[in-house]
């Protein structure tokens, strides 16, 4: 899971995105914001579940940019479309305070967790890094998650799972540094080696562990105590 990034490239089509929010303000707003980006494009817009799902299957958009900030919202719609198989990323805009929609959405499938307050340029980096594979979370969600899990995760003292026994210890390293939230940019920085060496060893912990992508990466690395809050 990573900070939000990205900048645009000129020599890519555009990053085709439904916007999903109950308030017609909402959805125009979004719209209007995203649509002054050069590589950004709204193709659509829906007001409920029903309608977010089937356009999602229609249209195939690349991210589901989905305003969950009542209670309860956004887990549905984004179970439905991650299970659904589609090419299909869900960002979610969601507020802080609101620990079961992000823990919901978490576990659902869900990509990446913005606060609804978020700045347009953050808004469209974090659509960018989305589209392009990663997660992204904004710190003070991310902290609240991590805080929110604390009670049920290992003694620190504990020894790691035994789940993570197949990994060698650099692809534990850089498991480490994913749930850090650093960037494969970053995590090749950090250990010295090149950002392809990094990938290749992410992918290698992904398959061994059997996950979907770095969202589940980050829960499996708290939940068996290889890493805790604020380590």
Do not use: W
Not at 12 to 34: E, K
Not at 51 to 70: K, S
């Amino acid at each position: 899971m990573s900070a939000y990034r990205g900048d645009p490239d000129p020599r890519r089509r555009p990053i085709r995105i439904l916007v999903v929010a109950g308030q017609p303000l909402l959805r125009t707003g979004y719209r209007t914001v995203l649509d002054a980006e050069v590589d950004l494009t709204v193709v659509a817009e829906a007001a409920t579940d029903g309608e977010a799902v089937e356009l999602a299957r229609r249209l195939l958009p690349d991210v589901v940019l989905l305003d969950a900030r009542a209670r309860g919202a956004g887990v549905a719609t984004t179970r439905t479309i991650v299970e659904s198989g589609l090419p299909v990323r869900v960002l979610i805009l969601a507020r802080a305070d609101l620990e079961e929609n992000v823990l919901g959405a978490l576990c659902a499938g869900a990509r990446g967790f913005l606060p609804p307050e978020v700045s347009a340029t953050e808004l469209a980096a974090a659509i960018r890094s989305v589209a392009a594979g990663d997660a992204v979370a904004a710190p003070r969600i991310l902290d609240r998650l991590l805080n929110q899990l604390a009670d049920l995760l290992p003694d620190p003292a504990a020894t790691p799972s035994r789940l993570l026994d197949s990994l060698t210890g650099r692809e534990r390293e850089v498991l480490v540094q994913v749930a850090r939230g650093r960037s494969n940019a970053e995590i090749a920085q950090e250990l010295s080696v090149s950002e392809t060496t990094v990938k290749t060893h992410v992918g290698n912990v992904l398959t061994k562990l059997r996950l979907r992508d770095r969202v589940q990466a980050v829960v499996l690395a708290y939940e068996s105590g290889l890493i805790r809050p604020r380590s």
